[in-house]
Antibody
């Protein structure tokens, strides 16, 4: 059974930083791309970033490019999202998603990031 | 960026009736289109990929169709557990983009 679990969310001031983590099991982690998708309160879904299975290829939404960095540690079956220069509009639930073929087959339950002073 | 437009925003349907949801892409995405279901307080769940292929464990009452720019998700006979928000997503071009969602509510 595939399981995905996010952690690291919380309250942070504008301009601050936060690192999200996501541990996965039930599939060969290093074989597959992984993504972060976010959802602002009461809003729809927005793709944030994706990383290839070997970690060599990444892609970002324009809204986070230069501020967020996606990475992974395949020895720990863990995905990360380093978020810097956070803005009010980054407030959202952040989901980790198994992203094979650039669609999202399995999702975690999400971790809430609140950017507020 | 490919803009995905879903209609209607809200669909009121009685249990047992058919629901038809639409998704339009601002340019062709081939058949690289997925549908997701999201219930309140839960993560989204993949229903359909490749425009028409049901994901593992998805009941046959969910049918996806279309290609290019016009796509449809049909739920043949709505069950109580199907009342939720449905999103389409294109994965043909970067950035990956979602539609704004259709809420299927009980009539």
């Amino acid at each position: 059974e595939v399981q995905v679990l996010e952690s690291g969310g919380g309250l942070v001031q504008p301009g601050g930083s936060l690192r999200l983590s996501c541990t996965a099991s039930g599939f060969i982690f290093s074989n597959d791309a992984m993504s972060w998708v976010r959802q602002a309160p009461g809003k729809g879904l927005g793709w944030v970033s994706i990383i290839s299975g070997n970690g060599r290829s990444t892609n970002y939404a324009d809204s986070v490019k230069g501020r967020f960095t996606i990475s992974r540690d395949n020895s720990k079956n863990t995905l990360y999202l380093q978020m810097n220069s956070l803005r009010d509009e980054d407030t959202a639930v952040y989901y980790c998603a198994h992203g094979a073929d650039n669609r999202f087959n399995y999702w975690g339950q999400g971790t809430l990031v609140t950017v507020s002073s | 960026e490919i803009v995905m437009t879903q209609s209607p925003a809200t669909l009121s349907v009685s249990p047992g009736e058919r629901a038809t949801l639409s998704c339009r892409a601002s340019q062709s995405v081939g058949n690289n289109l997925a549908w997701y279901q999201q219930k309140p307080g839960q993560a989204p769940r993949l229903l359909i990929y490749g425009a028409s292929t049901r994901a593992t464990g998805i009941p046959a009452r969910f049918t996806g169709s279309g290609s290019g720019t016009e796509f449809t998700l049909t739920i043949s006979s709505l069950q109580s557990e199907d009342f939720a928000v449905y999103y389409c997503q294109q994965y043909n071009n970067w950035p990956l983009t979602f539609g704004g969602g259709t809420k299927v509510e009980i009539k």
